[in-house]
């Protein structure tokens, strides 16, 4: 569905911010893709969705194609017309404006108005929190219902494929599970794929078919979620679980052989 093929992003023209990565999204899979702060994985999905522009960005080499079709020089808005939807970190929900208002806007690209009302119920059966708070500024949301309200607002544009940057971010884990729980029945119900970037790997890996480790702007593994959550390095690297179930530093795991080994 989706296919990057040795992309690089620079910012400035001289930071080098991802370096030769290839990925892709099957039609109706979760991919994760995973790495530590200031891995890149914000720029690739903004590279997607095509908003590098605003940010000083560009993408300097490489192919992005989506049904076989090179995106890469498209503006933002005929990505987001194609049904590339990116919900970017941090929730930013149009604060003045209602729950109710908030997901109407996500259908501004659509002139089928009774389509787009049943559409507002199918989000509110999803998230039923957002139902009880549809008259409520979503500035007076609480964080969680404001990334439920970013990820009901996208899917009302009615995506094929719905890009996710960090929605368990400084959310307590039991509203992380439920969003999780939501973004697996929205990819299995309605077949939109997903493309999750986490610093949660060990939700992602669950949900996820398929994942990415980037990091410093390279892609450094990729492989089944299933041999991904099997994987030594993996564990250790991304979810601080160590063979004999101790913890080890950062700076104890993060020797140059293995990282040697990685790269190899
Ligand atoms: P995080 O998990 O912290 O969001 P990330 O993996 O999403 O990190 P990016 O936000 O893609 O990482 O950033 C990758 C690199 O590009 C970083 O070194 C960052 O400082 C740099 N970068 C990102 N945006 C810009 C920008 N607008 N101008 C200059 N450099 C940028």
């Keep these: 569905m989706i296919e990057l093929e040795n992309v690089e992003i620079t910012y400035n023209d001289v930071i080098l911010a991802v370096k030769g990565v290839s990925l892709k999204v099957a039609e109706g899979q979760i991919v994760a893709l995973l790495g530590a702060n200031g ?7 903004k590279a997607i969705s095509g908003v590098l522009d605003s ?72 998230f039923p929190r957002l139902r009880e708070r549809l008259e409520v500024r979503a500035g007076y949301l609480s964080g969680g219902e404001q990334q439920m309200l970013a990820i009901g607002r996208a899917l009302m544009g009615r995506p094929r494929l719905l890009m996710l940057d960090e929605p368990s971010l400084g959310l307590a884990p039991l509203v992380v599970q439920n969003i999780f729980d939501i973004i697996q029945r929205v990819n299995r119900e309605e077949e939109i794929s997903i493309l999750l970037v986490e610093q949660n790997a060990s939700m992602a890996l669950h949900i996820a078919a398929h994942g990415y480790i980037l990091e410093n702007g390279r892609m450094v593994m990729d492989d089944s979620c299933d041999k991904l959550i099997k994987n030594e390095d993996v564990m250790e690297f991304y979810l601080g679980i160590k063979e004999d179930g101790g913890e080890k530093s950062f700076a104890e795991v993060k020797h140059y052989k293995r990282r040697k080994r990685w790269l190899s």
Aim: aromatic content about 6%; glycine content about 10%; charged content about 30%.
């Design 39 to 45: 891995a890149g994985k914000s720029s690739i999905l």
């Design 55 to 126: 940010q000083d960005g560009e993408i300097e080499r490489g192919t992005i194609a989506y049904g076989g079709q090179r995106i890469d020089r498209w503006s933002a808005a005929k990505i987001v017309a194609a049904g590339l939807c990116h919900v970017p970190e941090g929730r930013r929900v149009f604060t003045d404006l209602t729950t109710q208002e908030n997901l109407i806007m996500g259908a501004f690209l659509r002139r089928d108005r009774r389509a787009v009302k049943q559409d507002v119920e199918k989000i509110l059966d999803y």
